[in-house]
Every structure is written in structure tokens, then in C-alpha cells.
């Protein structure tokens, strides 16, 4: 006599959780695209225009 056997695997999945998780490595990248942006833009004024100038400018920037 031959039996034919079903087994079934059934997954939960939090998708708020999941997509939070997402957002939040998007967010990072994002942030972390940004900031390497900005350094090299002060890299390339300072090679451009020289340290001290890009010092003098930025905080005349910040300070007013």
C-alpha cells in the first residue's frame, strides 16, 4: 500500500518590519552618498582655490 504524504511550510513575514528595515538602509546610503559628495566638493575648492580661502569663506558662511 503506497500513502501519499502533503507537507506544507508556511512563512509569516512582518512587512512593516521589512520595510522599515529597507527604508532605513536607503536612508544610510543615501546619507552616505551625500556626504562623500560634499567632501569631494571641499577637496576640489581647496585643490582649486587653496585651504586657506576655502577656511575664510566657510566661516564667513557659518558665522556671517
Do not use: H
Not at 15 to 20: C, D, F, H, K, R
Request: aromatic letters at 8%; charged letters at 10%.
Amino acid at each position: 500500500m503506497t500513502t501519499n504524504t502533503n507537507t506544507a511550510t508556511r512563512t509569516q513575514v512582518d512587512a512593516g518590519y521589512e520595510t522599515s528595515k529597507f527604508a532605513l538602509g536607503a536612508g544610510m546610503t543615501m546619507a552616505a552618498l551625500v556626504g562623500i559628495w560634499g567632501f569631494a566638493c571641499l577637496a576640489s575648492a581647496m585643490i582649486s582655490v587653496g585651504p586657506l580661502n576655502v577656511v575664510k569663506g566657510y566661516l564667513t558662511a557659518v558665522i556671517g
